[in-house]
């Protein structure tokens, strides 16, 4: 009878198949990143050499990235736009209704909240992201791992878990770096593009520039990392076809992760500042 079922009903059967293959793919990924955080102290400790490459890798680049400055510069430099962007948008629609002034409060608001933070897990899913699950995922196909194993060096810890312990290591000064260019791309087009007085600009921004949202951003931003890391490792750890499989791993790894990036910003804006936003302007 249940063959016949399955025989009568093939539509039934594919969703039922579709969706215990998606059970088994999330238990699969979650085992993975279970043994890869279990991993971390080891890796921090036995492989300190090859985390420490990892972090001048991720940080400066290698190869052809290395010449313009790796992820840095890029992450530096999306930043930078994306803070200048929000300076001329802020400026134009302010200005609609006779508060331009309002300039800075907008630049310390949206930069720290929404665009630094988001713009940066962009970036490392572009760069430090992709190239880990292209890294991994080209040892995969090439045996490489397996090659590992038969020497007895456990690849989760030399492979996976440095990669997230380097990502951890560098997100810090390269957020850093995030945020003092859309701050200064933000203040550079209002002052000196749209001519609006710095002390103007200055008292606003200093005015509504809270300090605690800093550090949430911070923690924001390590967050944002940490979730990229692990996808991209664990698409790449788990690639299979060859070149073409690799180049799929890629794609899959970065949608992941940038579904991961604004999910995540949307999960810590809710939890630390209330669907109000934990603001009010009067007067």
Known sequence: MALAAAGRFPLARRRLSGASRSADRLGEQAIFYGRALGSVPRAAVRYKRETLRLVAEISMGSGALAVIGGTVVIVGFLTLFAGGTIAVQGFSSLGNIGVEALTGFFAAFINVRIAAPVIAGIGLAATIGAGSTAQLGAMRVSEEIDALESMAIPSIPYLVSTRVLAGMVA?????????????????????????????????????????????????????????????????????????????????????????????????????????????????
Request: hydrophobic share 55%.
């Open 171 to 283: 997100i810090v000064p390269l957020y850093s770096l995030a945020v003092i260019a859309s701050f200064m791309a933000s203040r550079f087009a209002t002052v000196i593009i749209y001519g609006q007085s710095p002390g103007v600009y200055d008292h606003y921004f200093d005015t509504f520039l809270i300090p605690t949202d800093i550090l949430w951003s911070f923690a924001q931003a390590i967050v944002m990392a940490f979730a990229v890391m692990l996808i991209h490792t664990y698409y790449g750890y788990t690639a299979s076809g060859g070149p073409v499989g690799v180049g799929v791993a890629v794609g899959n790894a970065v949608r992941a992760s940038l579904i991961a990036v604004v999910t995540v910003t949307l999960l810590i804006s809710l939890a630390i500042y209330g669907s109000s936003g934990n603001f009010n302007l009067s007067g």
